[in-house]
């Protein structure tokens, strides 16, 4: 049975499809901003900006923050993300790259907390729970190729980014799946 803060189905459903249809539209600005840099620098500040926004509305949609703390604490990673992808777009590519893969591993170990608690409540959180991890694993690799000597551009997030519309888009289509095999059964 559903808690009164757990998320409804069909609206996580609409958010999962939502969060996937902006990644995949971030994706292609991204490939067709050929590097230049005023459009690649909005790209970078948005990527965090959506998320903390989309993080804010999730949680005060299941119950408000002070039910969804992991989100809420997502809100302020990623805000304070967006403010260091600012002054690092400031510095260079190599910075960038570090901030985005600090947000990525903290993000994804918030996701996946978000996602194991909502299965308690829930369940059909597979898909979050394996996107968290897998973030919190790219974050690491995009702070080692921070390091590396070839400065690194707005496709080396590409991935990352493609992932995570790939884990929404799953995770949408799998509720839609859950929820019409729910329709058909009691029907």
């Not at 049975?1 to 996580?12: D, G, N, R, V």
């Not at 403010?83 to 777009?89: E, H, K, N, S």
């Not at 903290?106 to 968290?132: D, E, K, N, P």
Request: charged share 5%.
């Amino acid at each position: 049975m559903q808690s009164q803060t757990s998320p409804q189905p069909q609206w996580l459903r609409s958010y999962y499809f939502t969060r996937a249809l902006f990644s995949i539209a971030w994706i292609a600005a991204a490939i067709l901003s050929g590097g230049h840099s005023a459009l690649t620098s909005i790209l970078l500040v948005i990527y965090p900006a959506w998320d903390a926004g989309a993080n804010l509305v999730d949680a005060r949609s299941n119950g408000g923050l002070k039910a969804n703390s992991s989100q809420a604490l997502n809100v302020v990673v990623s805000t304070i993300t967006t403010v260091a992808v600012i002054l690092a777009v400031m510095k260079n590519t190599h910075a960038v790259l570090a901030v985005f893969g600090v947000w990525a591993i903290l993000s994804g170990l918030l996701q996946l907390y978000t996602g194991v608690r909502r299965w308690r409540s829930y369940g059909a959180q597979w898909v979050m729970i394996l996107s968290g991890a897998q973030s919190t694993l790219a974050g690491g690799f995009m702070i080692t190729q921070s390091l590396a000597a070839v400065p690194p551009t707005i496709l080396d997030i590409v991935p990352y980014a493609g992932f995570g519309a790939f884990y929404f888009l799953l995770s949408a289509i799998w509720l839609t799946a859950t929820i019409y095999r729910k329709a058909t059964a009691k029907g």
